[in-house]
């Protein structure tokens, strides 16, 4: 329920909410992928990843240099942290530096 507004899924459908608007999809997969520890994107923008992220690691993310608005579609799994980063970090070519509860995340530039 969003905005008092009810939808039902079907089994295949996805639903999410993006700057206040519902988009419709689908899927192929048999189960959503949070249910065997991993995290799933398809076209959303790298802030929601980041979020993401934080949440299921309990962890701050700073990035420099980067706008977070770009697209990103992939996934990482939750039960290993530099992996998780690797896989979120690499299509950007971004490189990061993790402490304890927070990482940063950034671009070289080349001169």
């Known amino acids: 329920t969003i905005n ?7 089994p295949g459908e996805t639903i999410r909410l993006l700057d206040g608007k519902i988009q419709r999809n689908n899927t192929s997969l048999a189960s959503p992928s949070w249910i065997n520890g991993k995290s799933n994107f398809e076209s959303v ?3 929601l990843v980041i979020e ?13 240099g980067f706008d977070t608005s770009k697209i990103f579609s992939g996934s990482f799994v939750h ?4 992996l998780a980063l ?9 490189s990061f530096k993790e ?3 927070s990482v940063k995340m950034f671009t070289f530039k080349n001169d």
Do not use: C, G, M
Not at 4 to 10: D, G, H, M, S, Y
Not at 54 to 64: G, M, P
């Open 4 to 10: 008092k507004e009810t939808t039902k899924l079907k």
């Open 45 to 47: 923008p790298f802030e």
């Open 52 to 64: 993401e992220f934080e949440r299921q690691y309990n962890t701050k993310v700073s990035i420099q």
């Open 79 to 82: 039960d290993n942290k530099s």
């Open 86 to 94: 690797q896989s979120i970090t690499q299509p950007f070519k971004l």
């Open 99 to 101: 402490k304890e509860n």
